[in-house]
């Protein structure tokens, strides 16, 4: 957390540390000059209410933050597209790995930063210099460059 004025910035994080993509935003975060509150949510998921108020302040409904590869999605017949964002949420509840990640929030709002790039929409603070993905791309000022 940052200090601002009166206030104090805090950006949380919905983190899977087994994923690429949720490393790189994690590291594009700290690159801003915040070290934010990193929630792994396989380990502690969120309440099914936060899980609903998270999604809702996203402007998605449930079925846009489910994940497919490495989960039980076939499994469940998740594809169905007769299932309500009730059922979607009761999968979720039960097998937190469907939940696509990282979910950051900030004071600027909250995003499904997939790509990991997304994230520079919403951190209050610019990057502190040249980030490199672990794939190597390189991102600064909120560009990738291959």
């Not at 009761?90 to 469907?98: F, N, S, T, Y």
Request: net charge positive; charged share 25%.
């Amino acid at each position: 957390m940052l200090w601002r004025g009166r206030g104090v910035v805090s950006i949380t994080i919905y983190h899977n540390p087994a994923c690429g993509t949720s490393r790189n935003v994690l590291g594009l975060i700290r690159n801003s000059g915040t070290e934010p509150v990193v929630i792994e949510y396989l380990k502690t998921p969120p309440s099914r209410a936060t899980l609903q108020d998270l999604i809702g302040r996203m402007g998605l409904r449930a079925r846009d933050v489910l994940r497919r590869k490495g989960t039980p999605y076939d499994t469940l017949g998740l594809g169905d597209p007769s299932l309500t964002d009730a059922q979607l949420l009761d999968a979720m509840m039960a097998h937190p790995i469907l939940i696509e990640r990282p979910i950051v929030v900030t004071p600027l709002g909250v995003k499904l930063c997939r790509p990991s790039e997304t994230v520079l929409d919403i951190l209050p603070d610019p990057q502190r210099g040249g980030f490199t993905k672990e794939d190597g791309q390189v991102v600064t000022g909120g560009k990738s460059h291959e």
